[in-house]
């Protein structure tokens, strides 16, 4: 079978960690998300959460050198050996550049680049609703998708908060960085020809489907 080497990329709150808890388990793949291991660094307080915090707090990128070794590092491990799903990786050129360059360095490909487009109206709506479970990671709006029991996660009961950058003035800034810094991406991967992309304003199960279909017709080419 061929190996999966997916991208997810699209603005805040396009719902890629909503797609991506899918895709994984449909295609079985590792989910790297950048945004989950800083924030998991950040409460733990290591030396990464240190160096991360004060951007994210701001809505802004945390610098090339800090995030491109852990993620190049992070794709050496077993388990995504045979196929990835990155989420809120590459975010820049630079950063889209040295995954290049580190796999091919290691005779890997990538095999698509998933674009999931919404517009900034869609996007202020959906963080300001937006609620976290603390303990499981998984993702609920409080009007798209609400979970049974109002603030509890429907998984295993734990508090649903709202994570310190949906603030508003902070979901604008990081609108602002995503068009100037992380863009340019959709020309970069449009012309290597690996881009796809999806009407990210259809509802959660109608973007599933048709990013599953098209990752399932990939593999089959990849496997022709
Ligand atoms: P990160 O966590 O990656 O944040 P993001 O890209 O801004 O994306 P989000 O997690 O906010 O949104 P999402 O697209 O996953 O949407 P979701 O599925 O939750 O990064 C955070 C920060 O870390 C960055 O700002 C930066 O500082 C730093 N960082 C991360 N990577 C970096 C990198 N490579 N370089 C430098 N810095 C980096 O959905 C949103 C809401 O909408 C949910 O409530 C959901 O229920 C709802 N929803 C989802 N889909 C739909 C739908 N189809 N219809 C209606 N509602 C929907």
């Known amino acids: 079978m061929a190996e999966l080497n ?3 990329v699209g603005p805040p709150g396009a719902g890629k960690g909503t797609q991506a808890e899918r895709i994984t388990e449909d295609f079985n793949l590792p989910y790297i998300a950048t945004g989950n291991i800083l924030r998991a660094a950040v409460a733990e ?3 990464l959460g240190l160096k ?3 951007f994210m707090d701001a809505g802004g990128l945390v ?3 800090v995030i491109i070794g852990v993620i190049l590092d992070r794709l050496q491990a077993e388990d995504a050996a045979e196929g990835f799903l990155l989420d809120g990786f590459p975010r820049t050129v630079p950063q889209a550049e040295a995954l290049g360059a580190d796999l091919s360095s290691l005779g890997r490909q990538l095999t698509a680049v998933l674009l999931i487009d919404v517009s900034d109206d869609e996007v202020i709506r959906r963080l300001s609703g ?3 479970s603390a303990k499981t990671g998984r993702v609920y709006h409080v009007e798209f998708d609400p979970p049974k029991n109002e603030g509890v996660c429907d998984v295993d009961g734990s508090r649903l ?3 310190d950058d ?5 979901i604008k800034n990081r609108l602002a960085v995503y068009h100037e810094q992380t863009e340019p991406l ?3 991967y449009s012309n290597l020809g690996l881009l796809r992309r999806f009407d990210g304003s259809r509802p959660p199960a109608e973007v599933h489907d048709r990013i599953r279909a098209q990752i399932a017709a990939l593999r089959v080419e990849g496997s022709l």
Do not use: H, N, S, Y
Not at 166 to 170: C, I
């Open 6 to 8: 997916l991208i997810l």
């Open 45 to 47: 307080g290591t030396e």
């Open 52 to 54: 991360a915090k004060g």
């Open 63 to 65: 610098p090339d050198d």
């Open 130 to 132: 937006r609620r976290v």
């Open 161 to 163: 908060i709202q994570r």
């Open 166 to 170: 949906d603030k508003p003035e902070t």
């Open 186 to 188: 959709v020309d970069f």
